[in-house]
């Protein structure tokens, strides 16, 4: 085969350490963009991004010369330090250690962005926790409840 071609589309979510919802609403932007950066830079592409307080999720067209685990090693390490030194907070930010990452099929791409659109609707009728836990039940992802957020 002379050429290589792929099409890989991760759902990726991560949260606030203990579930804190602290992510300033005033920041989520910027906050947004500066991940939407990372992503990029590493030649990923970010197909659609959003956050609530206490958690984000991201679609991103995946480049397989990269790994889910050291992108998101790079986006948290760098996010966290970015929304420390902005003045939204008065007290120690963390991600959550760990993340979600769940393949999407092309065909599911923008039901998948609407989904990540509307977080902020999505989160006035069910927590974090529980929508965390229906995606690993709808990957068929084995889980221990009290090992998911520490």
């Known amino acids: 085969m002379a050429n290589t071609y792929t099409k890989i589309h991760l759902h990726f ?3 606030v350490l203990s579930r804190d919802r602290i ?3 005033e920041g989520s932007e910027e906050v947004r963009r500066y991940i939407t950066g990372i992503v990029q830079n590493r030649k990923h592409k970010m197909l659609c991004i959003n956050n609530v307080p206490d958690h984000v999720h991201m679609l991103v067209g995946f480049n397989p010369s990269d790994s ?4 998101m090693r790079e986006v948290k390490a760098n996010s966290a330090k970015f929304i420390k030194e902005q003045s939204w907070m008065k007290f120690r930010f963390q991600w959550q250690e760990g993340y979600g990452a769940f393949s999407v099929g092309y065909s599911q791409i923008a039901a998948k962005c609407k989904y990540i659109e509307d977080q902020q ?3 006035r009728r069910i927590s974090f926790a529980e929508e965390y836990e229906m995606l690993l039940r709808k ?3 084995a889980f221990n409840r009290k090992y998911i957020f520490k």
């Open 68 to 71: 889910p685990s050291n992108l």
């Open 23 to 25: 992510l300033p609403p």
């Open 121 to 123: 609707e999505h989160h």
């Open 13 to 15: 979510v991560f949260g």
């Open 139 to 141: 990957y068929d992802i």
